[in-house]
């Protein structure tokens, strides 16, 4: 891996070092899918599982943070069964730049386009070119009932986002054969990025260390980076190469938050997402309702929050929401 390989000689020596014990390809991924409210982004989350599965007449968009739902692709003698992780980002346009926490590398993007009215594609490509790196991305446009096709430049699109791979108008309600052919195109990306391609193998104690921390999760909202250290020490992973890159990893995966480029977050590894935008959501919340211009004190947290492990993360929580511009510091 890259991020392996960047480290220099020792690094990679380590990695081959701890894949001499065991090791296996882990075919597993994550599809993200965003764009506007009242696009069809569950619509679509429930098609690309089921092409055939009923769709209410209505969904109604009340979730203010993610679906998570894993799809698996059944292999064949040439290709394994493969994990999809799909994310439904919902929500209101307040929550929009909550999703960034989530956008990661190694992963399929779907752009969800709602065919009744135009829209520029401009912001959620630069968001994820920001977050994703090289990850690919594909338009989809829902047609929804008789409407004319909007027209987007897709060469020109292209030209500035390298990561766009494709662009195709269906109609998520009523194109069964449609949905089934693009259930393929999915499958096809997903199957085919890069870390795929490449064929990159994981140490099984990396593995080991993965369910220990899914274990921990259903009890513990988040662990310090000390006590992440101790248990791949627990699992033979010494080399903070080793440790640095799979808390990344894992990151990419969805499995846990870690930002290791944020000094004051570095510290934690967040292990319940729902834990951390809830924490996000009763700010964000607060500010709209009191119409106070969207400012905040400090000492106004106590009050709103509500759960005690959010206050004693005060300073992180903080951090984390300067550090995706979702609050900044007002003179004096």
Not at 180 to 193: A, D, F, P, S, T
Not at 238 to 267: R, T
Not at 292 to 320: C, I, P, R, T, Y
Request: aromatic share 10%; with cysteine.
């Amino acid at each position: 891996p890259m991020e392996i390989a960047s480290k220099g000689r020792k690094a990679i020596l380590n990695y081959f070092e701890e894949l001499e014990e065991a090791a296996e390809m882990v075919y597993e991924a994550k599809l993200l899918i965003v764009g506007d409210p009242g696009s069809g982004k569950t619509t679509l989350a429930r098609r690309v599982c089921m092409p055939t599965a009923h769709v209410p007449e209505a969904i109604i968009d009340t979730t203010r943070g993610v679906d998570v739902h894993a799809h698996t692709f059944q292999g064949s003698d040439d290709k394994p069964n493969f994990t999809m992780n799909i994310w439904d980002f919902g929500g209101q346009d307040i929550y929009h730049s909550v999703h960034q926490l989530f956008l990661s590398k190694r992963a399929l993007y779907i752009l969800l386009l709602d065919g009744r009215k135009e829209e520029n594609p401009n912001y959620w490509l630069q968001i994820q070119e920001l977050r994703g790196k090289d990850s690919p991305i594909l338009i989809l446009l829902n047609k929804k009932g008789d409407i004319q096709d909007v027209k987007l430049s897709i060469k020109e699109l292209q030209g500035e986002y390298p990561n766009l791979k494709g662009y195709q108008v269906l109609d998520l309600k009523n194109d069964l054969s449609g949905i089934q052919h693009y259930q393929g195109v999915v499958e096809n990306q997903i199957r085919h990025l890069p870390q795929f391609e490449q064929g990159e193998y994981l140490p099984k104690s990396w593995l080991n260390i993965r369910r220990e921390l899914e274990s921990l999760s259903q009890s513990q909202n988040y662990i310090y980076l000390n006590q992440y250290k101790q248990i791949c020490v627990k699992h033979g992973i010494d080399k903070l190469e080793s440790q640095d890159f799979l808390s990344g990893y894992l990151h990419d995966l969805g499995a846990i938050l870690h930002f290791q480029d944020v000094p004051m977050l570095k510290k934690i590894l967040i292990l319940n997402s729902d834990w951390a935008t809830d924490g996000i959501y009763q700010v964000l919340d607060h500010t709209r309702e009191h119409q106070n211009n969207g400012h905040f004190e400090k000492e106004v947290l106590k009050q709103v929050w509500e759960d005690a492990s959010h206050l004693e993360m005060e300073d992180e929580f903080l951090a984390l929401m300067e550090r995706f511009e979702l609050c900044y510091k007002v003179p004096q």
